[in-house]
T-cell receptor, first 113, second 109 residues
């Protein structure tokens, strides 16, 4: 069981470039999430999805887009990268329900220069 | 939204010492998790503990939901325990987690 897999692990982007961070899970979880972690801080929610075809904004969605065409995949798109998007990005998933445990991917470290 | 406060922000221990990390939250929650972020940045699930007490080896956790706090106990600390410990709570049906800012633990040999 691979769990939650993120690619790439590291990436350097130039200002104005775009990229997609990939996230896939093999646990058949309905709920998936994207968080970012800035230095010395906890994680903040960017976007989330409660099922295929359903996405919604979290606390810090500006500059990002998501899609959820399948249960397994939840890619995060950065358009027109800015230095403020330099961060570590984590994808997570959990089963549907109030009392369920979240599982996190290994993170993608993104630097925008 | 809900506020999650962790204390202390930083903790330095000698190997073998015990420690208690605290997580306070400002509203009722559906569940709570403790994570360890190792020096390589990976988030490791330690406990899923919406209420009660759980133990796993040298680590244990207690959540008193009615009083809105959780405690993480580390006994006989080892250098490999170093890293950042996060508490994350969930309030809503969509399972969105709100994280505290973490406690940075350094265990010296």
């Amino acid at each position: 069981n691979a769990g939650v897999t993120q690619t790439p692990k590291f990436r350097i982007l130039k200002i104005g470039q775009s990229m997609t961070l990939q996230c896939t899970q093999d646990m058949n979880h309905n709920y998936m999430y994207w968080y970012r972690q800035d230095p010395g801080m906890g994680l903040k929610l960017i976007y989330y999805s409660v099922g295929a075809g359903i996405t919604d904004k979290g606390e810090v969605p500006n500059g990002y887009n998501v899609s959820r065409s399948t249960t397994e995949d939840f890619p995060l798109r950065l358009e027109l990268a800015a230095p403020s998007q330099t961060s570590v990005y984590f994808c997570a998933s959990r089963r549907q329900g109030l009392n369920t445990e979240a599982f996190f991917g290994q993170g993608t470290r993104l630097t925008v220069v | 939204g809900i506020q999650v406060e962790q204390s202390p922000p930083d903790l330095i221990l000698q190997e073998g010492a015990n420690s208690t990390l605290r997580c306070n939250f400002s509203d009722s929650v559906n569940n709570l998790q403790w994570f360890h972020q190792n020096p390589w940045g990976q988030l490791i699930n330690l406990f899923y503990i919406p209420s009660g007490t759980k133990q796993n080896g040298r680590l244990s956790a207690t959540t008193v939901a009615t009083e809105r706090y959780s405690l993480l106990y580390i006994s006989s600390s080892q250098t490999t325990d170093s890293g950042v410990y996060f508490c994350a709570v969930v309030q809503d049906n969509a399972g969105k987690s709100t994280f505290g800012d973490g406690t940075t633990l350094t265990v010296k040999p």
